[in-house]
């Protein structure tokens, strides 16, 4: 089961350093969300989908492309009716919600393909050492990356209960909602306190390894900052100012919108 | 007094637990010497765990309890010494892999030991490629743990603590949840190891594994009730197996027939031709004839393709017959499990058509085809959940829309069938691993059906459990039930199932009674299988016998 | 408040955390979500885990649920701006249900949280309630803060979801497990030593802070989100179900500070009672 987006190819976004990534996501994101009108976000998104290519990850986009149409359109709906303006369309729905119900689909759009180039570039170890060298502290970054690198573990025993429970004859599609609910409990109880049974194991395993043994440990995986990063660097950070200045300049607003 | 050149030496060691009741260890004195390879066996709660635990200060940092005696590693007492200090002396690999792997992905995992212990990096890389190479993982550094198999799993666990350079390795079962060709990688592993001059100190069920040891120690109730060269400690079969311990095949047969001692079936088979002994086949009980019973399980072509495009299973044919004992064998990942979550409709083919009783399974649902056909799966810990043992039992017939007065008798049916009666109110959390596998055969028998397929029933259990499990499937059989065993464990096959079937990449490869699969090695090597030793024997004398008794009747002096 | 920083020191609440992250990541996928109105709201039923975990684990569910909702996004690829009221909504999330139990007065049962008796599974319901009212207020109003969406939607099925599933299933979770984890030598009040446990005075003061910024500033929110109240404070204003964003933000920034000050103050009970005995 591949649940990693990770996928592996050379491509220049893949070489550059996950800080410098993380900072352009974050500098893409703000802005994007810093206008009420769509352009803005929707520049942003075509960004997102020229680097999708550029990484090569392009066709692995379609992995998302059913969360994205779904997130979009309950945004759009829920602007749609939420927000107001002066010109009326249909029922509710005013030109001005509908333009900002499009402009939100847009930035979740934009998060979704977003945080997808990100994911699909970056090595989870890279993602946790990243961190690391941001100023998260060791041990809940090897926390972090211990729960990454477990989750297939539980998903297939989880997948296991399933089918074990089902050949006991539990049925989860019958009965109404509080049946329903009460039918997970044998696939709960069995996933939970096997998890929790193995915290003695790995406990000891981690102390056997000498786990926390130092005070200063060597970190294997070295990130360096090159070129190519500082600019992504200097973007991003030019990204996130102007995202301000959009915001409080009174720029990209749609006249007459109340949210 | 404790000689400085020794690599373990364990004074009147006593150990108990902190809510225990009995000690776990209860005066052990063992000393290893520095490049042995020790052995150590014993039927489940003789202590072996303990014992590993002991090497390495886990016993008593990280495990509470009241430690006594001296505990001496490399002339160093550990007493006071923590877990950390006398990891970079001594490894220490666990049974279950899933729990010993941190790491995303395979060189940090290697890495992280050492990383730990502040290490400078060009060393670790150095380390990182000696480790992987001796453990034969070379060319994987950047893959994902969970996309290895089980026995490439255990050999990453291996590595990640050879990285430290430790002097000792201890593994307590490291080859307990692994098929034929996982274990044989990591006996491999291990022994490499011992030509580089480690010492090891190895917990095992594989009595096998025992016979190429310097020593064997033999642990029972906290106490070394043996020790010695495999010549000396193996050859006592009749008394090993009476403690619960798996006998050497080949000394068992030896001694009962009064020969000199063999450990190896190539000693065993020169020793009994030599002696003249032959396989006299009609010397054996013939079997009554089988009155044609009607066919409960009907495969046709079965194809299986799983949604990421994997083919499991490419063109299966078979039927089996009400009232069969059939084994299927095949390594992990062979089709086998494939193949038998077809006949309660957990999978259904993609090609081809599956009849159970007559009916296609297509456009069943496993509650209906649960009625005819029950699966008991591996793990009993992946389906045990309701506060006492009888409600877990009942779990099945109540889904199955039993009245509460016949769930309540088919429940202490099911007990009883099993041998847990009285255990009725007994939290199942609180049994033992053979105890809960039995909860589980419970649960499905609650159910009454026709069929029953048991998944890898005897894996975690020791010598005597599997026995006991085993017998209870055999009175399952004997009482009608069909049974579809899918194992690897082949001592099992060879003494309980008629019929095998073995798979092998996603095709049936061989099928036919046990006795006629057996003789055929050269195929059964080809699928990674090995029979078991009494089998091998007879093989070169022969004839195939199948169980010590039979060895004993059919083998005639010429 | 304490525990939640000096439990990094120990190996098995680091590996706790780890464990309860990846459980709560894990139980979205093989799990299927059931349905409320089919194809639009669906109840996630990892939601079982947080309130469970919380009173079991303490702090490690604490940031354990923190990090396995941020391993949800970034498996999930919803990982954006977003993600950070995530963390800390689903931080609320498995830190509240452990500070308020046996904290509320009268409320309280005053013993380990077995479930046995209806005293016990009312203190389990409120909890879960203002657990989960935190948790989706927190996010809701981020999402607002981020104009993503508007609370009215979002604080309200986050709000079902959260309370909801667990209402049903976490007393039974609750009752087959505790005993079990208690005697497994697991329970974070057994790991931790008593050093590392916030102690003092302002456990209750606390308690009552995030109980009541979570119930009354959710449900506030709400109100605000749905227009109500607009009249009072846009003068002229329109119509209902509009306008409320600004309010919200508004609203929801002092409600954000208590609940962050009522983890501060907050001090889990570590002396409760086992049913039918009296703690020493």
Same mark, same amino acid.
């Given at each position: 089961?591949?649940?990693?987006?990770?996928?592996?190819?050379?491509?220049?976004?893949?070489?550059?350093?996950?800080?410098?990534?993380?900072?352009?996501?974050?500098?893409?994101?703000?802005?994007?969300?810093?206008?009420?009108?769509?352009?803005?976000?929707?520049?942003?998104?075509?960004?997102?989908?020229?680097?999708?290519?550029?990484?090569?990850?392009?066709?692995?986009?379609?992995?998302?492309?059913?969360?994205?149409?779904?997130?979009?359109?309950?945004?759009?709906?829920?602007?749609?009716?939420?927000?107001?303006?002066?010109?009326?369309?249909?029922?509710?729905?005013?030109?001005?919600?509908?333009?900002?119900?499009?402009?939100?689909?847009?930035?979740?759009?934009?998060?979704?393909?977003?945080?997808?180039?990100?994911?699909?570039?970056?090595?989870?170890?890279?993602?946790?050492?990243?961190?690391?060298?941001?100023?998260?502290?060791?041990?809940?970054?090897?926390?972090?990356?211990?729960?990454?690198?477990?989750?297939?573990?539980?998903?297939?025993?989880?997948?296991?209960?399933?089918?074990?429970?089902?050949?006991?004859?539990?049925?989860?599609?019958?009965?109404?909602?509080?049946?329903?609910?009460?039918?997970?409990?044998?696939?709960?109880?069995?996933?939970?306190?096997?998890?929790?049974?193995?915290?003695?194991?790995?406990?000891?395993?981690?102390?056997?390894?000498?786990?926390?043994?130092?005070?200063?440990?060597?970190?294997?995986?070295?990130?360096?900052?090159?070129?190519?990063?500082?600019?992504?660097?200097?973007?991003?950070?030019?990204?996130?100012?102007?995202?301000?200045?959009?915001?409080?300049?009174?720029?990209?607003?749609?006249?007459?919108?109340?949210? | 007094?404790?000689?400085?050149?020794?690599?373990?030496?364990?004074?009147?060691?006593?150990?108990?637990?902190?809510?225990?009741?009995?000690?776990?260890?209860?005066?052990?004195?063992?000393?290893?010497?520095?490049?042995?390879?020790?052995?150590?066996?014993?039927?489940?709660?003789?202590?072996?765990?303990?014992?590993?635990?002991?090497?390495?200060?886990?016993?008593?940092?990280?495990?509470?309890?009241?430690?006594?005696?001296?505990?001496?590693?490399?002339?160093?007492?550990?007493?006071?010494?923590?877990?950390?200090?006398?990891?970079?002396?001594?490894?220490?690999?666990?049974?279950?892999?899933?729990?010993?792997?941190?790491?995303?992905?395979?060189?940090?995992?290697?890495?992280?030991?050492?990383?730990?212990?502040?290490?400078?990096?060009?060393?670790?890389?150095?380390?990182?490629?000696?480790?992987?190479?001796?453990?034969?993982?070379?060319?994987?550094?950047?893959?994902?743990?969970?996309?290895?198999?089980?026995?490439?799993?255990?050999?990453?666990?291996?590595?990640?603590?050879?990285?430290?350079?430790?002097?000792?390795?201890?593994?307590?079962?490291?080859?307990?949840?692994?098929?034929?060709?996982?274990?044989?990688?990591?006996?491999?592993?291990?022994?490499?190891?011992?030509?580089?001059?480690?010492?090891?100190?190895?917990?095992?069920?594989?009595?096998?594994?025992?016979?190429?040891?310097?020593?064997?120690?033999?642990?029972?109730?906290?106490?070394?009730?043996?020790?010695?060269?495999?010549?000396?400690?193996?050859?006592?079969?009749?008394?090993?197996?009476?403690?619960?311990?798996?006998?050497?095949?080949?000394?068992?047969?030896?001694?009962?027939?009064?020969?000199?001692?063999?450990?190896?079936?190539?000693?065993?088979?020169?020793?009994?031709?030599?002696?003249?002994?032959?396989?006299?086949?009609?010397?054996?009980?013939?079997?009554?004839?089988?009155?044609?019973?009607?066919?409960?399980?009907?495969?046709?072509?079965?194809?299986?393709?799983?949604?990421?495009?994997?083919?499991?299973?490419?063109?299966?044919?078979?039927?089996?017959?009400?009232?069969?004992?059939?084994?299927?064998?095949?390594?992990?990942?062979?089709?086998?499990?494939?193949?038998?979550?077809?006949?309660?409709?957990?999978?259904?083919?993609?090609?081809?058509?599956?009849?159970?009783?007559?009916?296609?399974?297509?456009?069943?649902?496993?509650?209906?085809?649960?009625?005819?056909?029950?699966?008991?799966?591996?793990?009993?810990?992946?389906?045990?959940?309701?506060?006492?043992?009888?409600?877990?039992?009942?779990?099945?017939?109540?889904?199955?829309?039993?009245?509460?007065?016949?769930?309540?008798?088919?429940?202490?049916?099911?007990?009883?069938?099993?041998?847990?009666?009285?255990?009725?109110?007994?939290?199942?959390?609180?049994?033992?691993?053979?105890?809960?596998?039995?909860?589980?055969?419970?649960?499905?028998?609650?159910?009454?059906?026709?069929?029953?397929?048991?998944?890898?029933?005897?894996?975690?259990?020791?010598?005597?459990?599997?026995?006991?499990?085993?017998?209870?499937?055999?009175?399952?059989?004997?009482?009608?039930?069909?049974?579809?065993?899918?194992?690897?464990?082949?001592?099992?096959?060879?003494?309980?199932?008629?019929?095998?079937?073995?798979?092998?990449?996603?095709?049936?490869?061989?099928?036919?009674?046990?006795?006629?699969?057996?003789?055929?090695?050269?195929?059964?090597?080809?699928?990674?299988?090995?029979?078991?030793?009494?089998?091998?024997?007879?093989?070169?004398?022969?004839?195939?016998?199948?169980?010590?008794?039979?060895?004993?009747?059919?083998?005639?002096?010429? | 408040?304490?525990?939640?920083?000096?439990?990094?020191?120990?190996?098995?609440?680091?590996?706790?955390?780890?464990?309860?992250?990846?459980?709560?990541?894990?139980?979205?996928?093989?799990?299927?979500?059931?349905?409320?109105?089919?194809?639009?709201?669906?109840?996630?039923?990892?939601?079982?885990?947080?309130?469970?975990?919380?009173?079991?684990?303490?702090?490690?569910?604490?940031?354990?649920?923190?990090?396995?909702?941020?391993?949800?996004?970034?498996?999930?690829?919803?990982?954006?701006?977003?993600?950070?009221?995530?963390?800390?909504?689903?931080?609320?999330?498995?830190?509240?249900?452990?500070?308020?139990?046996?904290?509320?007065?009268?409320?309280?049962?005053?013993?380990?949280?077995?479930?046995?008796?209806?005293?016990?599974?009312?203190?389990?319901?409120?909890?879960?309630?203002?657990? =989960?009212? &935190?948790?989706?207020?927190?996010? *809701?109003?981020?999402?607002?803060? @981020?104009? +993503?969406?508007?609370?009215? #939607? /979002? %604080?309200?099925?986050?709000?079902?979801?959260?309370?909801?599933?667990?209402?049903?299933?976490?007393?039974?979770?609750?009752?087959?497990?505790?005993?079990?984890?208690?005697?497994?030598?697991?329970?974070?009040?057994?790991?931790?030593?008593?050093?590392?446990?916030?102690?003092?005075?302002?456990?209750?003061?606390?308690?009552?802070?995030?109980?009541?910024?979570?119930?009354?500033?959710?449900?506030?929110?709400?109100?605000?989100?749905?227009?109500?109240?607009?009249?009072?404070?846009?003068?002229?204003?329109?119509?209902?179900?509009? =306008?409320? &964003?600004?309010?919200?933000?508004? *609203?929801?920034?002092?409600?954000? @500070?208590? +609940?962050?000050?009522?983890? #501060? /103050? %907050?001090?889990?009970?570590?002396?409760?009672?086992?049913?039918?005995?009296?703690?020493?």
């Amino acid at each position: 089961m591949d649940l990693y987006l990770y996928i592996d190819r050379p491509s220049p976004i893949h070489r550059l350093d996950p800080r410098a990534k993380l900072l352009m996501l974050l500098g893409i994101l703000l802005f994007a969300v810093s206008s009420d009108h769509p352009l803005v976000p929707a520049v942003m998104f075509a960004l997102v989908l020229a680097a999708a290519q550029a990484a090569g990850a392009w066709r692995a986009l379609k992995r998302v492309r059913t969360l994205l149409i779904v997130l979009s359109l309950f945004s759009l709906v829920a602007w749609s009716l939420f927000a107001d303006g002066p010109t009326r369309l249909l029922g509710p729905v005013s030109l001005e919600s509908l333009l900002y119900g499009v402009g939100t689909a847009l930035k979740l759009a934009t998060t979704v393909a977003g945080s997808f180039v990100f994911l699909a570039t970056t090595r989870n170890e890279a993602i946790a050492t990243g961190l690391i060298r941001l100023g998260l502290p060791y041990n809940a970054a090897f926390a972090f990356s211990t729960a990454l690198r477990l989750v297939p573990t539980f998903v297939g025993a989880g997948a296991t209960i399933v089918q074990a429970q089902r050949s006991r004859g539990l049925d989860v599609e019958s009965g109404n909602i509080i049946q329903r609910m009460k039918k997970y409990l044998p696939l709960i109880v069995p996933i939970f306190a096997s998890a929790i049974r193995s915290t003695n194991h790995l406990s000891m395993a981690l102390e056997s390894k000498g786990f926390g043994a130092r005070r200063q440990r060597t970190f294997y995986l070295q990130l360096h900052l090159g070129a190519a990063d500082w600019m992504m660097v200097c973007t991003g950070l030019l990204l996130i100012a102007a995202s301000f200045l959009l915001r409080f300049s009174g720029y990209g607003k749609i006249s007459g919108l109340l949210t | 007094m404790a000689s400085v050149s020794e690599a373990v030496q364990l004074t009147n060691v006593h150990f108990t637990y902190r809510n225990g009741e009995t000690p776990a260890l209860a005066g052990i004195d063992l000393a290893v010497s520095p490049a042995e390879f020790v052995v150590i066996l014993g039927p489940s709660g003789a202590g072996k765990s303990t014992l590993c635990y002991t090497l390495n200060g886990l016993v008593p940092k990280f495990m509470r309890g009241n430690l006594e005696g001296q505990v001496t590693i490399f002339g160093s007492p550990t007493a006071g010494e923590r877990v950390s200090t006398l990891a970079e002396r001594v490894g220490l690999v666990f049974q279950d892999f899933e729990s010993q792997l941190f790491s995303t992905n395979v060189e940090l995992e290697v890495a992280f030991a050492p990383e730990n212990f502040g290490v400078d990096r060009a060393e670790i890389g150095r380390r990182v490629a000696e480790c992987l190479a001796t453990v034969g993982l070379t060319g994987l550094e950047r893959r994902e743990p969970a996309t290895l198999s089980g026995g490439q799993k255990q050999r990453l666990a291996i590595a990640s603590v050879l990285s430290l350079q430790p002097r000792m390795i201890v593994m307590d079962e490291p080859t307990t949840d692994l098929d034929p060709l996982g274990k044989e990688g990591v006996f491999q592993v291990s022994r490499r190891l011992r030509d580089q001059g480690l010492t090891m100190v190895i917990a095992e069920h594989e009595t096998e594994e025992a016979a190429v040891a310097d020593r064997v120690v033999v642990l029972h109730q906290g106490r070394v009730l043996a020790e010695g060269t495999p010549a000396d400690v193996l050859t006592r079969a009749d008394w090993l197996e009476a403690l619960g311990v798996q006998p050497l095949g080949a000394a068992q047969l030896t001694a009962r027939l009064g020969l000199p001692p063999a450990l190896t079936v190539a000693d065993a088979a020169e020793q009994l031709a030599a002696a003249g002994y032959r396989v006299d086949l009609t010397a054996l009980p013939t079997p009554a004839p089988e009155p044609n019973a009607p066919a409960i399980v009907e495969v046709v072509g079965l194809e299986h393709r799983y949604p990421n495009g994997l083919t499991a299973l490419q063109g299966a044919d078979l039927t089996i017959r009400q009232g069969e004992f059939v084994a299927v064998v095949g390594q992990n990942g062979s089709g086998k499990t494939t193949l038998v979550k077809h006949f309660n409709g957990l999978l259904m083919p993609t090609a081809g058509e599956v009849r159970v009783a007559g009916r296609p399974t297509a456009g069943q649902t496993v509650l209906e085809l649960g009625r005819t056909v029950g699966y008991v799966f591996q793990n009993p810990d992946h389906q045990i959940f309701a506060e006492t043992v009888a409600d877990e039992v009942a779990f099945g017939p109540r889904n199955h829309g039993v009245a509460p007065d016949e769930v309540q008798e088919r429940v202490a049916e099911a007990l009883a069938a099993v041998g847990l009666t009285g255990r009725e109110a007994d939290d199942p959390f609180t049994l033992t691993k053979g105890e809960r596998q039995r909860v589980a055969v419970a649960s499905i028998l609650a159910t009454r059906p026709q069929v029953i397929v048991l998944d890898e029933p005897t894996t975690g259990l020791d010598y005597r459990e599997q026995r006991q499990m085993m017998d209870l499937v055999r009175r399952l059989n004997e009482a009608g039930h069909t049974i579809i065993c899918v194992t690897h464990t082949m001592w099992v096959v060879a003494e309980y199932a008629c019929r095998t079937i073995v798979v092998k990449d996603g095709r049936i490869w061989m099928d036919g009674p046990t006795r006629a699969v057996m003789v055929r090695e050269a195929e059964l090597t080809q699928a990674s299988l090995k029979p078991p030793q009494l089998v091998r024997i007879s093989n070169r004398l022969g004839g195939t016998l199948l169980t010590l008794g039979e060895c004993l009747h059919a083998l005639r002096r010429v | 408040m304490r525990e939640l920083l000096t439990m990094w020191k120990n190996t098995r609440m680091i590996v706790l955390t780890a464990l309860i992250a990846a459980v709560y990541a894990a139980v979205l996928i093989p799990f299927k979500a059931i349905p409320l109105v089919p194809g639009f709201t669906e109840i996630r039923v990892a939601q079982v885990i947080p309130p469970a975990a919380s009173l079991l684990f303490g702090p490690a569910a604490a940031w354990g649920v923190a990090m396995g909702n941020l391993l949800g996004d970034i498996m999930g690829s919803t990982f954006g701006l977003g993600s950070l009221f995530g963390f800390v909504g689903n931080f609320l999330l498995g830190a509240i249900p452990y500070m308020l139990w046996g904290r509320l007065g009268p409320l309280s049962s005053n013993q380990e949280p077995t479930m046995r008796g209806s005293k016990q599974v009312a203190e389990f319901l409120i909890v879960t309630v203002a657990s =989960g009212l &935190a948790c989706a207020f927190m996010v *809701a109003w981020g999402l607002e803060v @981020l104009g +993503l969406f508007p609370f009215t #939607v /979002l %604080g309200s099925i986050i709000a079902i979801n959260n309370v909801l599933l667990p209402a049903v299933l976490g007393p039974v979770l609750m009752a087959l497990l505790y005993p079990r984890v208690k005697r497994w030598g697991l329970l974070w009040s057994d790991i931790l030593d008593p050093a590392d446990i916030g102690a003092g005075k302002t456990g209750g003061l606390g308690a009552w802070i995030m109980l009541l910024a979570s119930v009354v500033g959710w449900a506030l929110c709400l109100f605000l989100s749905l227009g109500g109240g607009g009249q009072l404070l846009m003068p002229g204003f329109a119509q209902g179900g509009q =306008g409320g &964003a600004v309010t919200v933000v508004a *609203a929801g920034a002092p409600v954000a @500070l208590l +609940l962050l000050a009522g983890l #501060v /103050l %907050g001090r889990a009970r570590t002396d409760l009672s086992q049913r039918g005995k009296k703690a020493a």
